[in-house]
T-cell receptor, first 113, second 114 residues
Framework: SQTIHQWPATLVQPVGSPLSLECTVE??????LYWYRQAAGRGLQLLFY??????ISSEVPQNLSASRPQDRQFILSSKKLLLSDSGFYLC????????????FGPGTRLLVL | AQSVTQPDIHITVSEGASLELRCNYS??????LFWYVQSPGQGLQLLLK??????LVQGIKGFEAEFKRSQSSFNLRKPSVHWSDAAEYFC????????????FGAGTRLTVKP
C-alpha cells in the first residue's frame, strides 16, 4: 500500500531564516505530488504541484519554491521566511483508478516568529 | 472551471444525533466528488468519493453521501454522531482532466456536544 511522509512535524523558525520541508511517498511510482498551505481557520491553498522529476508548476507567486529531486520526493523551500509563511503545510499525491483522488500526508506545522 | 461551496462554517450537534453537512458544486459535466475529514493538527483523510454509478456512496467511519445532479449537491450524512467525529470536514470536486483541477471547499467545523 501507499504511504506518504512529511517532516518535520512541527517547526519554529525566525523571520529571515531558510526553510526546507520534505515529503516522500512510498508504494507508488511517478506520482503527481502537491504542496498545499492551510492558514489558521482557512481552507487549502494549492502552492505547487509536480508531474515528474524536475517538473514544478507554481500556482501562486510567493516567497516559497519547490523541487522534486527524486521520483517520490517533493521539497518545499524558502531562502528567507516571512511572518506570513506561518501555517500548516500539507503534501499530497494523486492516485486512484483514474488518478482522480488526492491522498494527504500528516502535515507540517510551521510557525515563523 | 469547477468550484465547490460549503454553506455552513460551523455546525454543532449532540452526540447520538444525526448529521448532514452540505456541499454544492459547480461543473458542467459529472465531476468527481470527495469528502475529507481533518482532525486538529492532522492531515486530511479521505472519507468517501463519487465518480459514477450508485449516487449513494458509503464511506469509512459510518459516513455516507448522496450525489444529486439536479441540485448540484453532494451532502455528507451520518445517522448517529460520536464525540470522535468532531473535526473539520472538506468537500472537494475534481475532473481528473488536469493535474491541478481539484477544488476544495472552505470546510465545515463540526462540534459534538455530550
Amino acid at each position: 500500500s501507499q504511504t506518504i511522509h512529511q517532516w518535520p512535524a512541527t517547526l519554529v523558525q525566525p523571520v529571515g531564516s531558510p526553510l526546507s520541508l520534505e515529503c516522500t511517498v512510498e508504494g507508488t511510482s511517478n506520482p503527481n505530488l502537491y504542496w498545499y498551505r492551510q492558514a489558521a481557520g482557512r481552507g487549502l491553498q494549492l502552492l505547487f504541484y509536480s508531474v515528474g522529476i524536475g517538473q514544478i508548476s507554481s500556482e501562486v507567486p510567493q516567497n516559497l519554491s519547490a523541487s522534486r529531486p527524486q521520483d517520490r520526493q517533493f521539497i518545499l523551500s524558502s531562502k528567507k521566511l516571512l511572518l506570513s509563511d506561518s501555517g500548516f503545510y500539507l503534501c499530497a499525491w494523486r492516485g486512484g483508478r483514474t488518478q482522480e483522488t488526492q491522498y494527504f500526508g500528516p502535515g507540517t506545522r510551521l510557525l515563523v516568529l | 472551471a469547477q468550484s465547490v461551496t460549503q454553506p455552513d462554517i460551523h455546525i454543532t450537534v449532540s452526540e447520538g444525533a444525526s448529521l448532514e453537512l452540505r456541499c454544492n458544486y459547480s461543473y458542467g459535466a459529472t465531476p468527481y466528488l470527495f469528502w475529507y475529514v481533518q482532525s486538529p493538527g492532522q492531515g486530511l483523510q479521505l472519507l468517501l468519493k463519487y465518480f459514477s454509478g450508485d449516487t449513494l456512496v458509503q464511506g469509512i467511519k459510518g459516513f455516507e453521501a448522496e450525489f444529486k445532479r439536479s441540485q448540484s449537491s453532494f451532502n455528507l450524512r451520518k445517522p448517529s454522531v460520536h464525540w470522535s467525529d468532531a473535526a473539520e470536514y472538506f468537500c472537494a470536486v475534481g475532473t481528473a482532466l488536469k493535474n491541478n483541477d481539484m477544488r476544495f471547499g472552505a470546510g465545515t467545523r463540526l462540534t459534538v456536544k455530550p
